[in-house]
């Protein structure tokens, strides 16, 4: 039985139990040693169906995108620079962009969430982290990173549907 399953199973008969009245029954202290048991369990998961993942994994999908392309943005406007230093960093921040990064709008949530650590890890790593903090987008980025964390934190939230005891079949040996 998933944790899903157990869930549910056990709110189907908290709330029967609750909406059919059963208080004048012997087993009123058992169900609510049982409810409170139930409250505990259920206040330690962190549970979303999928309807609600998929609705919020579309909405950080939007969000992970808008505060990404508005980096790009900056980064493409500080190319014109007055500055000499200001737009040796923005254009080499924007080839690395060019390279790898853009498109990024295309790709299924997954794949922009992996997509968006490489990014990240790209910013923050040594080679690039001067420019950044050059250009003064370490806000940005930093933004960035915590969309992205709050997005990882979505999908740990989602409770599986899948049963853990469907097993495979062996395959059949013949001579």
């Not at 050059?134 to 990882?152: D, F, G, H, P, W």
Request: aromatic residues 12%; proline residues 0%; charged residues 25%.
């Amino acid at each position: 039985m998933t944790v899903s399953e157990y869930y549910y199973f056990c709110l189907f008969i908290v709330q029967y139990l609750t909406a059919s009245n059963f208080a004048i029954l012997k087993f009123r202290s058992a169900f609510d040693y049982f409810q409170a048991r139930f409250n505990a369990y259920s206040d330690s998961i962190n549970k979303i169906s999928k309807m609600e993942y998929d609705k919020k994994a579309a909405d950080y999908k939007k969000k992970l995108n808008t505060t990404r392309t508005g980096l790009f943005n900056i980064i493409s406007g500080l190319t014109a620079s007055q500055v000499d230093d200001v737009k040796l960093a923005a254009t080499i921040l924007l080839d690395l962009i060019n390279k790898s990064y853009r498109n990024m709008s295309k790709m299924t949530y997954s794949d922009l969430k992996l997509k968006t650590l490489a990014l990240l890890n790209d910013l923050e790593s040594d080679a690039f982290k001067t420019y950044v903090e050059k250009l003064q987008l370490t806000a940005n980025v930093t933004a960035l990173r915590t969309l992205y964390n709050e997005s990882i934190d979505l999908d740990s939230k989602l409770i599986s549907a899948d049963g853990t005891n469907k097993r495979l079949r062996k395959s059949v040996i013949t001579r």
